[in-house]
């Protein structure tokens, strides 16, 4: 991989990381046209460092809820802040749970298949679908009434849950766990906030674990191909500048409740991956 096709991967990564089309389904999908072909730990790997330049990334435009948030956790204030920090915890659970125990497993599905791409872009398209016509067009025909209750712990875990699912490339872990929020009854833009911090930690535990791997790399891993230091470099602020400008725009579609268009391109993405 030269430092070209990492640039143009690093912005595929900082737009679809935030826009509900699958970032890990996009970086496959534009691997094959690029005719970049990675071993499944290097496609991993490279996947991995630039998630944790778009989680950099949504730190940086919510800052002004992140770092409150923090605050009143390590002072213990016991506020909403606090227990919001607890039921982000408690959703990472299951996502940590599948990559403790199935990370081969996980791996094996970043060998570039497009037929599982294509197949769970669709079911993102329909998971739009189901939580548009379910909860939100009620919602903006009728802007005075409540729109959404608050995030409670069940919601959280199941939220969770369809975070560690949407570890395959092609559902799109943003409109999977959105979608979920939505369909539950949570609030659309509580919801969002929610989905793009609880993957800060999970994508950041993951990234300083692979950087020690690069530091002190063993002997396996040393015998490992490399992807190259430029290109991570490239790919990573490429994916941290382009996902700073995609998290304020998506925040804002949300808000207008326009995320069911975005069905209509994972449908076109998915046929033609599958066609592909």
């Not at 096709?5 to 496959?28: F, K, N």
């Not at 770092?67 to 920090?85: A, C, G, H, Q």
């Not at 016509?133 to 969770?160: E, H, M, V």
């Not at 500048?241 to 304020?248: P, Q, W």
Request: charged letters at 15%; hydrophobic letters at 55%.
């Amino acid at each position: 991989m030269d430092w070209i096709d990492a640039l143009i991967l690093g912005i595929i990564q900082g737009l679809s990381e935030y826009l509900p089309i699958s970032s890990s389904g996009h970086l496959e999908i534009f691997k094959q046209i690029l005719g970049v072909h990675l071993d499944p730990d290097a496609s991993l790997e490279f996947s991995i460092m630039l998630h944790v330049a778009t989680v950099l990334s949504t730190i940086v435009i919510l800052w002004h809820e992140f770092y409150p948030l923090v605050v009143s956790f390590f002072t213990v204030k016991r506020d909403d802040r606090f227990y919001t920090v607890c039921k982000i915890l408690l959703s990472c659970i299951p996502v940590g749970i599948v990559g403790a125990f199935f990370q081969k497993d996980v791996e094996e599905f970043f060998k570039g298949n497009l037929t599982v791409v294509g197949i769970c872009l669709i079911v993102t398209a329909a998971l739009l679908c189901f939580a548009y016509f379910t909860r939100t067009r009620a919602a903006i025909k009728n802007p005075g009434s409540p729109q959404g209750r608050d995030i409670t712990w069940l919601d959280a875990f199941i939220i969770g849950c369809a975070q560690a699912i949407a570890v395959l490339p092609g559902l799109s872990r943003s409109g999977t766990t959105i979608a979920t929020g939505i369909i539950l009854g949570d609030n659309r833009e509580k919801v969002a906030q929610f989905s793009f911090l609880m993957v800060i930690i999970p994508i950041l535990g993951k990234g300083l674990l692979d950087l020690k791997d690069m530091i002190f790399p063993d002997a396996a891993a040393s015998a490992a191909p490399s992807i190259g230091t430029l290109p991570l470099v490239v790919g990573f602020l490429a994916s941290f500048i382009v996902g700073c400008i995609a998290c304020k725009w998506m925040l804002d579609i949300i808000k207008k409740g326009k995320l069911v268009w975005f069905a209509v391109y994972c449908v076109i993405a998915g046929i033609v991956c599958l066609i592909w």
